[in-house]
């Protein structure tokens, strides 16, 4: 494969189509090398609601290139993949939802961006991993139903331990590979390394880790770190995508937490796509807008400063 020809070929049919290459951190490298926005579900939202031009290419699961619609709703939004769906998005359903909602009348219902967009449009407000403390915080409610990650919502419990919460037994298949003998035998082979974990982790992965962060709280935390070496305990890509950010420090990735989903969308599919008009997502318009509202009042909060470092992590857990 030529990839630098097949790169400058997405390039021009980007330019001809007036589209903006959007593109998650846990994409193949190849995809994340020719993005014009690359970031976590939080900064995606963020710049696709702004994105002036015709269309978007959203390379991510399903979840995200519907957000992007929903969020920006004149826009041609391309997911170059279809079938790349999330499967933790997929464990929640809306009469599940209905009838905890209806045995749970006071919680408020706080749903992770993980989510169909039916199940959006049940939910009060939708959070991602880097403000889901502020998000539930915001709410101010005593009581919340969380989905569907309950290692997350674990998480927030954590922070939030006054706040009564309903967990939905999600879980994202990719990160529940990452277990502690895993980090233990890294840490042997990479002494120097602080390990850097994500809130979709384990209660146990994330206490034997240096750090719990969202995505983008990890390539923040990597520039303030006195270290050079980093064990990336998050989606195997992600450790493609702190190189981009910091090339003279190194990230070792757990080379076994692949998201099959993730990696379904191929820089030929995108190129597909724009030429042929391919994988245009299409929503019903009264769900967008019954989707839409959580999604904005996210979007307004915005990036949290919850995500830790070592020292409030030790805090936790003493
Ligand atoms: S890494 Fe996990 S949460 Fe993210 S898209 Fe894949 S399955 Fe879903």
């Not at 001809?16 to 976590?40: C, F, S, T, W």
């Not at 290139?65 to 769906?85: Q, R, T, Y």
């Not at 749903?111 to 502020?134: G, P, R």
């Not at 309950?150 to 298949?173: A, D, Q, S």
Request: with cysteine.
């Amino acid at each position: 494969m030529d990839w630098e020809a097949l790169k400058l070929e997405v390039r021009q049919l980007l330019d001809e189509k007036d589209a903006v290459l959007m593109v998650h951190n846990y994409q193949r490298p190849e995809i994340q090398d020719v993005a014009d926005e690359l970031g976590d579900s939080l900064a995606l939202c963020q710049k696709a609601q702004q994105v002036d031009r015709d269309r978007i290419v959203f390379c991510g699961v399903d979840f995200m290139a519907e957000a992007a619609k929903i969020l920006n709703p004149s826009k041609v939004v391309h997911h170059p993949d279809l079938d790349s769906v999330c499967p933790m998005a997929h464990m929640v359903d809306t009469e599940g939802l209905k009838m905890l909602q209806e045995q749970k009348p006071d919680a408020v219902t706080v749903s992770y961006i993980n989510t169909s967009s039916e199940v959006k449009a049940l939910t009060d407000i939708c959070c991602t991993s880097a403000n889901a403390v502020d998000v539930v915080r915001a709410t101010g409610a005593s009581e919340i139903i969380f989905t569907p990650d309950t290692n997350l919502g674990m998480w927030i419990k954590r922070k939030l331990p006054e706040v009564e919460m309903h967990f939905w037994p999600g879980y994202c298949p990719t990160h529940m590979l990452i277990t502690v003998p895993i980090l233990k035998q890294m840490r042997a082979e990479h002494p120097e390394a602080e390990i850097l974990a994500h809130p979709e982790c384990t209660p146990d992965v994330i206490d034997f880790s240096d750090g719990c962060f969202s995505t983008e709280g990890m390539i923040k935390y990597a520039a303030r770190s006195p270290a050079k070496e980093f064990i990336v305990a998050s989606e195997r890509d992600m450790a493609y995508r702190l190189h981009l950010a910091h090339p003279e420090k190194t990230f070792h990735p757990v080379s076994i937490a692949v998201c099959p989903n993730m990696k379904k969308i191929t820089l030929q599919k995108v190129r597909d796509s724009l030429k042929h008009d391919k994988g245009i997502v299409e929503l019903d318009e009264d769900l967008m807008d019954a989707a839409r509202r959580p999604l904005e009042k996210m979007v307004a909060i915005g990036r949290s400063s919850f995500d830790s470092g070592p020292q409030e992590i030790a805090a936790q857990v003493a």
